[in-house]
């Protein structure tokens, strides 16, 4: 039950994307589990991700400016923004979706749970549908009463939809999905064509002039293009007048950021984002493994479009084994993969438990901003293009490994216990009261320099 040692967590992660160690020594890991209530070192977690892009970051600023600086991450300030969706207000409110009714645990006729994502409006009429359930939860219950929570599970992925089954540890280690999943590293930096180094000219920030194309949803992917923003970088998240969203995340993790529409179902939608990857140095996208490809934008054709791009895939289960394909959120992959069942126990619970937050989303989505920017480093000092690969369900198997710790009796911070992150700017949708980034760097503040904004803004060109 010893907490896991942040710095010897940040030096791993260095190693994976193969930078130099000896850049620990610029950095101040303050603080100590636990800072969130969980058995698990959920916090070390966040400080360690936070820190190794900041890290990453100062290293661009060096190879710019030819200085180092000093960085620093606290663990409190780290687990805070790692639920910084919680905290968000806009006038003073919290900015409330239409209520999602269905979502949550329910007990299968065979006793196992299962856990139901049903907040994007066509997984709700989905789940609906293939319950043959009326809209309220005691009708889905009454429907769930006939199922098997594994059949559910396959049924709902069969149909599009996102389910999963609680299963423990030992469980989840037998099945073939967790076993692919244990044979993959946390994340890949992998080469993949030929291009000269780019040198990156001197600049205030670390990532100045560093275009990135956001096609992401929900929470990890567009936490990278808000890390990358608050470096500097030119952040363009592109979605689509008909794709579903959740407005609060889209107003927590949209600052720093532009925002159009393109509609990749249109020819015109496709030539207008190669356009703009023609111009790009980072591509980052969530589709599952494969559909974005069936578009022409997998990695390789991005790279044949522009040598020398940094492209970021995100998925939930990886991108090997049976469930490679399969759709999937954070909650899911908790339930599907142990941590859920093993909360539970650790609390003494009589249902499955989660974690308390979004923690393999937050985790993933620094990591993704981390390995993009060990990308950019090798580019300047060798060339290529590269393809960085993360899922919710590797940084799962991280983070379980990080090992468990004392944290059942920490306190959960509430809003009023957070006043001192928080941060009060304008934005498109009112006066936004947020979470500040963890990181403090003493040469380029981060920071974000553009207001969060309604999705479709601005017009789908790279600013001046």
Known sequence: MSAPDPKAVLAGLLRLAGLDETMLGDIALTGAEPALPSSFAVSTAAQAAIAAAALAAARLWRLRAGRRQRVSVDMRDAAIEFRSERYLRVDGKYP????????????????????????????????????RSADDRAAVQRALDHWEGEALEAAAADAGLVAAACRSFAE????????????????????????????????ERPLA???????????????????????????????ASHLPSLRPLVIDTGRGKLSAFIDLREARGREALAVLARAADIFVQGYRPGAIAALGFGPEEVAKIRPGIVYVSLCAYGHHGPWAERRGFDSLVQTASGFNAAEAEAFGASEPKPLPGQALDHATGYLMAFAAMAALIHRAERGGSWHVRVSLAQTAHWLRWLGRIDGIACSDPKFDDVRDRLEETASGFGHLTAVRHAAVMDETPPHWSRPSVPLGTHPAAWPN
């Open 209 to 239: 002039g560093i275009r990135v194309l956001d096609l992401t949803r929900i929470i990890a992917g567009p936490v990278c293009g808000r890390t990358l923003a608050v470096h500097g970088a030119d952040v363009l998240l592109v979605s």
């Open 96 to 131: 409330a979706d239409d209520p999602d009714r269905l979502s949550g645990l329910y007990r299968c006729g065979d006793g196992r749970w299962v856990r139901l994502h049903t907040s994007l409006p066509h997984h709700y009429r989905g789940m609906l549908g293939l319950l």
């Open 172 to 203: 989840w280690d037998r099945h073939p999905q967790g076993r692919a999943i244990a044979a993959l590293p946390l994340l890949s930096i992998e080469q993949i064509g030929d291009a000269p180094p780019e040198a990156l000219s001197a600049a």
